[in-house]
């Protein structure tokens, strides 16, 4: 099993930033990729960004390409998630997910192992 913690949503102005933090524990081994999905109010859980242990390469949402950054810290096991240049319609809960491999992220549906409690991210405009 692997335990997924994020922490650092809250509220902020559009224009603005913010850095979540996901923590994971247990058996982290058989996740070879961690990534960010969010839930927009009334509509269905999409995919944001993920990267890989293995390699380090990162996907990214069209939608957040050039704004948000993911990044990882191994030794930790601990994934980010640097938000810039926020949007209204940023606003969503955003939840950590874990996989065996990255490319599992962004089947649809996502083949993940593992799901934090998400988040609240509200952008104002």
């Known amino acids: 099993q692997v335990q997924l913690v994020e922490s650092g949503g809250g509220l902020v102005q559009a224009g603005g930033s913010l850095r979540l933090s996901c923590a994971a524990s247990?058996?982290?081994?058989?996740?070879?990729?961690m990534g960010w999905f969010r839930q927009p109010p009334g509509k269905e859980r999409e995919f944001v960004a993920a990267?890989?242990?293995?390699?380090?390469?990162?996907y990214y949402a069209d939608s957040v390409k050039g704004r948000f950054t993911i990044s990882g810290d191994n030794a930790r096991n601990t994934v980010y998630l640097q938000m810039n240049s926020l949007k209204p319609e940023d606003t969503a809960v955003y939840y950590c997910?874990?996989?065996?491999?990255?490319?599992?992220?962004?089947?649809?549906?996502?083949?993940?192992?593992?799901w934090g409690q998400g988040t609240q991210v509200t952008v104002s405009s």
């Open positions: 997910a874990a996989a065996r491999w990255i490319a599992y992220m962004t089947q649809t549906p996502p083949r993940t192992n593992y």
């Open positions: 247990g058996r982290t081994s058989s996740s070879n990729a």
């Open positions: 990267v890989s242990w293995s390699g380090g390469s990162t």
